[in-house]
């Protein structure tokens, strides 16, 4: 039989090969994986970019800039490294591609970055580009309804038989202390779509639906940073008149207030008395900051055609036309009052039908008996007025109660978003529909990724 050559070290040549493969198929493997991780940490950072360029949008600081240093802070900035590794960040305020292209209220975050490869490069491949997409939008508006942003001590006090219905609203209270939230006395309702603390609650917990989630996060003032206090006095743009002796409106017959310049503005040592009054349409400040505000009578503003009659005028909220009354020290609008009042729909205090400047210096946030309000406490008897209340409570440095029920056992309507210090309700019955939602104002986004 013929034998064959010397075979010998064919196995070594055959090992070397399979060796190369399999060098090279782990150069692939571990270079995708690397490729892999770093696509997922810029999708991260474009997700993170389109966000604050939509926060951007609806807080006019510009979506671009908020967009960019969004992606600075995730590691991202554009240019070329010192190995000669480029980054691009494209911040669009109105999304270039996808389906939401050229469409207002979105924005989109393009990100690309070159990885050095570790293997690959011995195949003549140094670098790979990893990129990303991401649109998000600032359309819809927050289900926040109520707000209470004191962090320390009870902040949030529901007393008694008070009825608290707000079904597609959330409530929230920022205090971390372990009674932040309390509910006494008996027999009362709170309905939202949700109730969080930041610390814990007490009392009779099972008033709530649904029960309140201790331990959230604390999250703060949600409106911090978007408004600038007016300018009045004698520095300032609008001169005060002093109303100490005088009041505002009369007891009888109806005033109508014009408003020529946008922002007037009412002076007194103690109390201002707001009674029977048309307000024009812009911001009213009340500079009265140990005194009180108290509304009486029948409070409308804006009308139509400015009249002068409360009982006839029709009231104007379609246009944007609206009011903000700016209270330095407390508030209270007394049982009985008509109120007609409605928020501006555009401008620097767009939604804000009240913006409470006081601080609360009182030992309990649930001062007692109607008419009981002092400098920071805005009292508001609710139960025992009609009319429309249709815009945003400002006030958080102040302290908001809602007193008695009065004889309306469904309780009234207002259409409001609440941002307030600390917040007791005594008793009464209230139904609240979230402002933003029904305006679709921009105070409280609702920031969401859609592509």
Request: aromatic letters at 6%; glycine letters at 14%.
């Amino acid at each position: 039989m013929r034998r064959f050559g010397d075979e010998s070290g064919q196995t070594l040549v055959m090992v070397a090969l399979s060796m190369a493969v399999l060098l090279g198929f782990a150069a692939f493997a571990t270079d995708v994986g690397v490729m892999l991780n770093a696509k997922r940490r810029v999708q991260s950072a474009a997700d993170s970019a389109a966000i604050a360029a939509a926060w951007g949008v609806s807080q006019n600081t510009g979506a671009v800039a908020t967009g960019t240093a969004a992606a600075t802070a995730n590691g991202y900035t554009a240019g070329t490294d010192a190995n000669g590794y480029a980054t691009t960040v494209d911040i669009e305020p109105t999304p270039i591609d996808g389906q939401f292209a050229g469409q207002s209220g979105y924005t989109e975050a393009i990100i690309t970055q070159q990885v050095p490869t570790f293997f690959m490069h011995m195949f003549g491949r140094d670098s790979a580009t990893v990129a990303a997409r991401a649109v998000a939008t600032d359309k819809g508006s927050s289900l926040n309804c109520l707000t209470a942003t004191k962090a320390t001590d009870t902040t949030m006090i529901f007393k008694g038989s008070f009825h608290v219905t707000a079904p597609g609203c959330a409530v929230s209270v920022q205090s971390s202390d372990p009674d932040a939230l309390q509910f006494t006395g008996g027999a009362g309702s709170l309905t939202a779509a949700s109730v969080s603390v930041v610390g814990g609650d007490g009392g009779q917990t099972g008033d709530s639906t649904p029960a309140p989630t201790t331990g959230a996060d604390y999250s703060g003032d949600p409106l911090a940073g978007q408004l600038t206090t007016p300018s009045y006095g004698p520095s300032g743009t609008t001169p005060c008149t002093d109303v100490s002796s005088t009041g505002i409106g009369t007891t009888g017959s109806q005033t109508y207030i014009p408003n020529p310049t946008g922002t007037v503005c009412y002076s007194s040592t103690g109390d201002i008395n707001l009674t029977n009054v048309n307000l024009a349409p812009g911001t009213y400040i009340f500079n009265n900051p140990t005194g009180t505000l108290v509304l009486g009578g029948a409070i409308n503003g804006p009308t139509t055609s400015g009249s002068t009659d409360p009982s006839t005028a029709s009231i104007d909220h379609s246009s944007g036309a609206g009011v903000t009354l700016y209270v330095l020290g407390g508030m209270n609008e007394t049982a009985g009052t008509v109120l007609n009042l409605y928020a501006p729909g555009s401008g620097s205090y767009s939604g804000i039908l009240l913006w409470g400047g006081g601080t609360y210096a009182g030992t309990s946030i649930c001062p007692t008996g109607t008419g009981n309000a002092g400098p920071g406490v805005i009292q508001l008897n609710l139960g025992n007025s009609t009319g429309n209340f249709y815009g945003i409570i400002y006030a958080p440095t102040s302290d908001l109660v809602f007193q008695d029920s009065g004889s309306d056992s469904a309780g009234p309507d207002i259409t409001t978003n609440i941002v307030v210090g600390t917040m007791c309700d005594q008793t009464a019955d209230i139904n609240i529909t979230s402002y933003t939602q029904a305006s679709g104002n921009g105070r409280f986004p609702r920031i969401s990724l859609v592509e």
